[in-house]
């Protein structure tokens, strides 16, 4: 059976001096599914989220995106490929307008350099116009119509979480990761964000990777699940097998919940 | 809620004593004219009490300072559209037409002395406060844009003015390098190097800008205070390099050792376009009443720092200038939005250092040499200083920063202490100690100059952290990073 894999890790590792953050995950993405991660506080999500999008370099193991080894290449180089990426923390430029934000996410898809901006060539002129367009319709398409020219930090809370989105999509993605898109949202913010993971994967074709700690949301939308606990895979499958799973059960309610 | 109203206790009191003295209904008769008329009548007001003033206690107001109000007053008349252009637009008309002005025989009709400050600035101070302001805006793409803390800047400085050495004067002869390519001014019979001082500049900025990447390219993975300590490491190696790259250390002279390199070709444009187009040939041998040698630099120097500006903003609106800004806010998300950070760093690194090198050449060219000891580490705090002072990261303020502070290193504080001298202080001239800071009764400001710099730097700081002009940004920053948002407007309520 064939699948046509987006990412695969291998024997993916990281250690921080003696803590193994990462014990030897592999991890596959087929192209076009929405696939979750999950485990309890510090089992190793984020590390792992980190290596495959540059941040942190994998002690061993390899990250294959597209085809291609991008294990320990910076992050700029994972962000060229295709891997669009949002922040647990909002991580927006605060300083910057909401348009900005996004103009920002598009660096690696434009060409302007250094002399042709100064001297204001056609070429860079159009292109810049054409980024501001484009900058305004993802705005649009993520629902945050009307604050273009407001700062990101003067942004209602989901709308900055949803700037975030739109700031990932500008770098053309093919595999967007969301680490913990939801946190702080009520539970109707939380439903209107799931129909917009399904809206994405039927508009732009996008594989989506999700690190989240809400269940409900989780068991929702993933086509699979996998299981992290204290850096190692634990469990991987469809919702409903994993939700048995006794190694999940226990690493999320404890040993007596099992018995 | 309208501004007036928010606008003080100042302008309620003053209503409120018009009213008291019988005038009923003075404000709501006010309030209900045109609003031309509100804007153009409180200015002519306060300017005739203010000249009212001035004529009572025996002060002739110069006709050079009217006109400059007439002028300003006009300017503030124009419509807001208008307006924008209109201010630029006269103050660089005014900074061009300066040398006419400033070296009239009879300078009280043209210009006017201000109270404490005295005269207007000569132009020679005018040339360095244009090279100077063009360093500003050069550190403060690496500062101001890129978030990039350099206590180095002078390096760029001493190596773009050293270039210019190397380019365009007899320096090279002994070693047997001769070779003239459109330099003016050249003695009979000597030989080195002679270039245009035009293709210098370029020449200078480019090989300044490469000492940028190859200084930036190891330090710049370093962040915050590491890079700052790195940076000044390098400013102090480059200034080292030039007090002892002479024979006796390196075995062949390179920058001529203490004494520098000198003299430096004078700036022109050569035989060929002052015959055709009229330029003037050699700036140092125009000697007219107002286009004069100084008044050619000036000039010279007010383009440059107009090409400098101009860069600077068109940069700052780039894709590179808004991956300088985002590098500024957050880093790590800038690199997971795909923006190469050492490549960006050192591109911001870079284009510091080509117009820190245009400034040096400018300026090595202007003194007709260059010497080590112009090149030391209180340069490139000086320069900071201009940035911080003028607004990190506005192009504008940095101008008026770099203009105010070179303005009293060369001239500001003497006059300023001479004032006190003669006005305050019970100062006997004579007896005046010219080493001390103070003697005879007497202050010598210039002498601690270094310290004033510093309080203003801590007086900014403590009153208006983000500079005199702010940059929008920070100035957001400032003002909603300490305060926290009310739930509801409370200021409000309390003054109903």
């Known amino acids: 059976m064939a699948v046509d894999l987006l990412l695969e890790t291998v024997a993916l590792r990281k250690e921080f001096g003696g803590l193994v953050a990462v014990s030897d995950v592999d991890f596959t993405i087929p192209r076009g599914s929405i696939v979750s991660l999950i485990g ?106 009307g604050h273009e020219d407001d700062y990101a930090r003067n942004l209602a809370y989901g709308d900055q979480r949803r700037l975030e989105v739109a700031r990932a999509l500008a770098t053309r993605p093919k595999l967007l990761l969301l680490d913990e898109p939801t946190a702080g949202m009520n539970p109707q913010e939380t ?45 991987e499958g469809q919702a409903q097998d994993v939700q048995k799973d006794a190694r999940v059960i226990e690493a999320y309610l404890g040993k007596a919940a099992v018995s | 809620m309208s501004s007036r109203r928010s606008g003080g206790r100042v302008y309620n009191g003053l209503w ?136 180095g800047y002078v390096a760029f400085y001493a190596l773009g003015a050293y270039t210019a050495a190397w380019l365009a004067s007899p320096h090279a002869e002994p070693i047997g390098g001769n070779f003239v390519l459109g330099g003016v001014g050249i003695p009979e019979g000597v030989g ?88 003037p040939a050699n700036f140092l041998e125009k000697s007219g009443t107002y286009i004069n040698f100084t008044s050619l630099f000036y000039w010279s120097a007010l383009g440059l720092l107009l090409i400098t500006i101009f860069c600077s903003i068109r940069l700052r609106d780039s894709r590179l200038g808004r991956a300088w800004i985002a590098i500024r806010e957050d880093e790590v998300a800038a690199a997971a939005m795909g923006i190469p950070l050492m490549r960006t ?43 911080i002072l003028g607004g990190m990261g506005n192009v504008w303020g940095v101008v008026a920063g770099a203009a105010f502070l070179t303005y009293l290193n060369f001239e500001g504080l003497a006059n300023i202490s001479q004032w006190f001298n003669t006005h305050v202080l019970p100062c006997n001239a004579i007896s005046q100690d010219p080493g001390k800071v103070v003697s005879g009764g007497c202050v010598n400001a210039p002498l601690v100059s270094t310290g004033i710099y510093g309080a203003i730097i801590v007086g900014v700081m403590l009153l208006r952290p983000e500079g005199i002009i702010p940059e929008r940004r920070r100035q957001l920053e400032f003002e909603t990073g300490v305060h926290d948002e009310p739930l509801m407007d409370v200021r409000h309520a309390a003054e109903e």
């Open chain 2, 16 to 151: 409120r004593l018009l009213e008291g003295i019988g005038l009923k209904n003075a404000r709501t008769r006010w309030e209900s004219q045109p609003p031309w008329l509100q804007r153009a009548v409180p200015p002519l007001v306060i300017a005739a009490i203010v000249i009212g003033v001035a004529w009572a206690s025996g002060v002739t107001p110069d006709s050079g300072a009217i006109g400059l109000l007439v002028i300003c007053y006009a300017l503030y008349l124009l419509p807001r559209r208008i307006r924008r252009y209109a201010i630029p637009g006269t103050i660089l008309a005014l900074a061009i037409l300066y040398p006419l002005l400033i070296q009239q025989t009879n300078y009280q009709r043209f210009l006017f002395t201000v109270p404490v400050f005295n005269s207007f600035p000569t132009i020679d101070t005018m040339v360095l406060i244009a090279v100077f302001a063009m360093m500003a805006v050069g550190l403060n793409m690496v500062v101001g844009y890129a978030g990039l803390l350099d206590l």
């Open chain 1, 191 to 235: 439903l209107e964000f799931v129909d917009f993971i399904f809206k994405l994967r039927e508009d732009e074709k996008l594989t989506i990777l999700l690190i989240e700690h809400d269940m409900k949301l989780v068991m929702g939308v993933s086509d699979r699940i996998t299981v992290l606990d204290y850096g190692e895979k634990i469990a």
């Open chain 2, 345 to 387: 760093k050192t591109w911001a690194y870079a284009s510091g250092a080509f117009f820190g090198g245009v400034a040096g050449a400018w300026y090595g060219s202007f003194k007709q040499g260059v010497f080590p000891d112009d090149f030391y580490f209180g340069i490139s705090v000086f320069i900071l200083s201009m940035v």
């Open chain 2, 192 to 279: 080195g190097i002679h270039v245009s001082i035009w293709i210098v500049l370029l020449a200078a900025a480019i090989v300044t800008a490469f000492g940028g990447i190859v200084i930036g390219l190891p330090t710049l993975r370093l962040r915050g205070d590491y890079l700052a300590i790195v940076t000044l490491g390098f400013g102090e190696i480059v200034a080292e390099v030039a007090r002892n790259g002479d024979k006796e250390t390196l075995g062949f002279d390179l920058t001529g050792g203490p004494p520098g390199i000198n003299p430096i070709d004078p700036p022109g444009f050569g035989v060929w376009l002052s015959t055709h187009l009229g330029l």
């Open chain 1, 40 to 145: 309890p506080n510090g089992a190793g999500k984020t590390t792992f989220f980190n290596m495959i999008t540059g941040v942190y370099k994998p002690t061993d193991g390899r990250v294959i995106f597209d085809g291609e080894d991008i294990g320990g290449k910076p992050p700029h180089a994972a962000t060229e490929r295709g891997i669009g990426r949002t922040f647990q923390n909002i991580r927006l430029f605060q300083q910057m307008t909401a348009l900005e934000n996004v103009l920002v996410g598009m660096h690696s898809r434009l060409r302007g350099h250094i002399v042709p901006s100064i001297l204001g060539l056609p070429r860079v002129r159009r292109e810049e116009r054409e980024a501001r367009e484009r900058a305004r319709e993802l705005l649009e398409y993520c629902d945050i119509p």
